[in-house]
């Protein structure tokens, strides 16, 4: 079955990079995600890779993937306050012939000004 | 375009009871998925919605049921409702295709169940 873990929290200080860590078990995942979530508000998609891909950049994110070890990473380079949030990775994978998401459990990122 | 909306916000019931839970999709989107997500986890995937057909679910009961109406909006049905059915309730919509599944979240209904 499918499992995606995180480690729960994750305390920075304003302008250092922040590294969350994800890992995953179902090695036929076709996409893998990171959101955030701020409180009391939905989900928010801040980007995803292909999974024949080793990493992506997009602005101060970047997203490194060790396919063999099954171990996703999101870098948030110079944390801003507003980056405050939960963090949860997302993998996805052809099921019955459709995308099925299965999310790990966050991580909360606390930014100290 | 105002995104996913979900209604209501909040909502409060009793063991046993019934509930429903409303959303609209983004407008362009015609699949719908419904996500549990209990206090302090990430969120479950329930079932998703497609041409006014569930197309996949989770593990979850039958009590939890839904319905997509042909505007796509869907509702979620929940019966005779447990103390344990107490979560922030997510919506999500995409288009269906198989690339990366680009799911847009609503703000979500948070059910207590007393």
């Known amino acids: 079955g499918e499992d995606v873990e995180q480690s729960l929290f994750l305390s920075v200080r304003e302008g250092d990079s922040s590294v969350i860590n994800c890992t995953y078990t179902?090695?036929?995942?076709?996409?893998l995600y990171w959101y955030k979530q701020e409180p009391g508000a939905g989900l928010q998609l801040l980007t995803y890779i292909f999974s024949n891909m080793d990493m992506k950049q997009d602005q101060r994110l970047t997203v490194l993937l060790n396919k063999k070890d099954k171990h996703l990473s999101l870098r948030i380079a110079d944390t801003q306050t507003g980056d405050s949030a939960i963090y949860f990775c997302a993998e996805s994978f052809h099921s019955g012939g459709y995308q099925k998401v299965t999310f790990g459990t966050g991580t909360k990122l606390q930014v100290i000004p | 375009d105002a995104g996913v909306t979900q209604s209501p916000t909040h909502l409060i019931k009793t063991r046993g009871q019934q509930v429903t839970l409303r959303c609209s999709p983004k407008s362009g989107h015609d699949t719908v998925s419904w996500y549990q997500q209990a206090l302090g986890q990430g969120p479950q995937f329930i079932f998703q919605?497609?041409?006014?057909?569930?197309?996949q679910r989770g593990n979850f009961p039958d009590r939890f049921s839904g319905h997509q109406f042909p505007n796509y909006s869907s509702e979620l049905n929940v019966n005779a409702l447990l103390l344990g059915d107490s979560a922030l309730y997510l919506c999500?919509?995409?288009?269906?295709?198989?690339?990366?599944?680009?799911?847009?979240f609503g703000p979500g209904t948070r059910l207590t169940v007393l």
């Open positions: 999500a919509s995409s288009l269906a295709h198989l690339g990366p599944d680009e799911q847009f």
């Open positions: 919605y497609y041409e006014e057909e569930e197309r």
């Open positions: 179902d090695s036929s995942s076709t996409y």
